[in-house]
């Protein structure tokens, strides 16, 4: 009896072990096909689940025979559920697509896949912190100003646009809180706009021809160089695609400016184009009755022709060229307007012409392997002219690199030689001594991307640069993603930067650099610097799935060592002289989204914290807010209307005479009726007509002779624009 009870319990041991079943599968993007990491695969009415590894692939063991149902979720996506019968006829793994869903519309960006880190990952799976702009809300950036990128950078969490001339309205771009000098700008991989190219390089982007721009704030000088201590700045331009591309933009604006654009882009089996044109229109604008141009006279020209050859299924070659001619002039609103006599007489004029040639060949040698060559040329000329006083002069620089990239299932490698020229000759009109300067800098660098598990990556990169004047630098850089939960992550990156000095920064382009000499490089080394950014993100769906909710937590810190400081001499002249000393930041940022069916309401935070050690002396770093608000309202009726408002806040600003700036609030309406083939928008611009002019002044002395201070707040107050786009 005692056997014949063994021997049935061994039979039902059996069959129960026969009837357990596993269940494999590869958890894909429904439109993009690509892995979906960190995805949950749950058996229903159990507590048995699994999640995707770095290719996607899931593996779910014990499970009974019989009908069984699997729920498949990831944060942004539509749930799906799959009635199963145990066991499967096939055992090969079951490829599972879910769709983005409705809900999940405002995350769509985190499934982008970047270029700045020359990786095929998504946005959501780089360790490197990345913020993305694109699509629909690159589109809205580019009603509300369709002739330059200003608007679309200054309105994210942590940059700031720093208005440099008060007459003619020349820019640059702050990353938490650091000089523009520190940001490197790039378009499509090819350093663009630097050095004496930089000074109106913001004006002269437009974003019909961009696919997305990509923000890396810190230390990112592994790919690129030296340049980048404040973070970097990519411009991706749009691409050939098999459908045609053929979008028209006209608009007009109460300050009497005017924006006609085309863009037109196809691909034919072995060929494929793109075509970016471009004519912007400012009339003098004076909306404080100063008597001085709050917008400047302008008219700009633009040509972008780009060809894509595929040679064959592996090889790829594209060219282009970027050509932009500007006329720029503001100053006595008399004298612009032809009615100067000898009072009004004050003017100050840019005269730029910038050229560009572009090659790229790419070829695959098999899925995983890709050889990069590329190679740019530019050409920049720029004449500055004021009553008494001329400054001019032709940059002309190159860009040359070869990369190797390998994507695995475990580590992506990237690795690659660069080479810069930068040359600068200045025109001669005085006995002034002349501020030419050759540049030459040859890197090397290696980056590396390991899965060491499912929910952690790891990033790490170094670089050798060797530059012809100021010698060798070693760079190395590290960055951690933990992919806590589905709800949780965390990125922990830093690294080492340095910039070459040149006479090129916002203190001597705010004084068109008249007096200031040359740098003395024999007694001069170039800025070094360290710095390290910590993120926290939190994503969850609430009320069932109808709200979407994300929230990061930025912590920086960059600190930049001996910085360069321009210096009144005995002479009278300005020369760079470098203290010991140090430039930091601190702070945080802070970015919250919310989705509820077609709403969406994005909040930011930023507390830059920006102060500057000489000679055992700190003081606060001038023109920085220390607090700032940023609070958006979308609504969006996909195909048939975009509505949206805005609010801003800036604290008060420490200004270079000493003085503090007010703090103010800026906000702005904007909505877009879309048809199949057109649309229509308007924007409200500044709606509270926050003015520096009317709450502080902007020069002293006389019209005649102005002595500008420091533009931090706008000074066009309240602007109307709106227009036609058409997709043919």
Known sequence: MKRLFVLVAALLYTALAYSQNT?????????????????????????????????????????????????FRYVGYATRLDTLN?????????????????????????????????????????????????????EEKGNMKPGDIRMLLAESTGIQTQQISATSGNAAIRIQGLDGKYTQVIRDGFPLYSGFS???????????????????????????????????????????????????????????????SMFYGQKFNKVGTTIYAAYNHGSPYDPSSLGLTAIPRFNRYTLNPRLWLYLNDKTTLNVGIN???????????????????????????????????????????????????????????????????????????????????????????????????DHFGEGSYSSFPLRNYTYNTIGGFVQNTLNISPKVTLETGIRGDYHNDYGFFFLPRISGLWKINEHFSTRLGGGLGYKAPTVFTEEAERIQFRNVLPLDVANTKAERSYGANYDINYRTALLDGEVSFSVNQLFFY?????????????????????PSGNLNTKGMETNVKLTYGDFKLFLGYTLADVQQQTLNITTTYPLVSRHR?????????????????????FSPQRLNDGATGKGYWTAGLMAEKIWERFSLFVNFENITDARQTRFDTIYTGNITSPAFRDIYAPLDGFVVNGGIKFKL
């Open 198 to 260: 930089g000074g109106l390089g913001l004006l002269q982007v437009a974003p019909l021809d961009l696919k997305q721009v990509e923000v890396i704030k810190g230390s990112s000088s592994t790919l690129y160089g030296g340049g980048a201590i404040a973070g970097l700045v990519n411009l991706v331009s749009k691409t050939p695609t098999d459908e045609r591309q053929l979008n028209f933009l006209l608009n007009g604006t109460s300050a009497k400016g005017a924006d006609a």
């Open 23 to 71: 269940f494999k599968a590869v958890i894909k993007d429904g439109k993009t096909s690509e892995p979906l990491i960190g995805a949950t695969v749950l058996l229903q009415g159990t507590t048995q689940g699994a999640t995707s590894d770095t290719a996607g692939r899931i593996t779910l063991s014990s499970i009974p025979n019989g009908t069984q149902v699997i729920q």
């Open 323 to 421: 050509a932009t001619t500007e006329n720029r002039i503001g100053g006595d609103l008399d004298y612009i307007e032809g009615r100067g006599s000898a009072q009004h007489v004050y003017f100050e004029q840019n005269k730029t012409g910038r050229y560009s040639s572009q090659l790229q060949l790419d070829h695959r040698f098999s899925g995983k392997e890709k050889l990069t060559f590329k190679n740019s040329v530019s050409y920049f000329d720029r004449t500055i002219s004021l009553p008494d006083y001329r400054f001019s002069g032709v940059q002309v620089s190159s860009y040359t690199e070869a990369n190797y990239t390998r994507s695995g299932e475990k580590a992506d490698w990237v690795a690659g030689l660069n080479f810069l020229t």
């Open 86 to 138: 145990f066991p499967l006829t096939s055992l090969e793994p079951l490829t599972v697509e879910l769709m983005p869903s409705e809900e999940g519309e405002g995350e769509k960006l985190t499934e982008v896949t970047v270029s700045a880190t020359r990786s095929s990952r998504t946005i959501a799976n780089i360790p490197t912190r990345i913020e993305v702009i694109s699509g629909e809300e690159l």
């Open 629 to 649: 608000l940023n609070n958006v309202l979308m609504y969006e009726l996909e195909d048939h209307w975009k509505i949206g408002a805005e609010a801003y806040y």
């Open 558 to 578: 960059t600190r930049v060592d001996r910085p360069i400081l321009l210096t009144t001499l005995t002479s009278g002249n300005l020369g760079y002289q470098q």
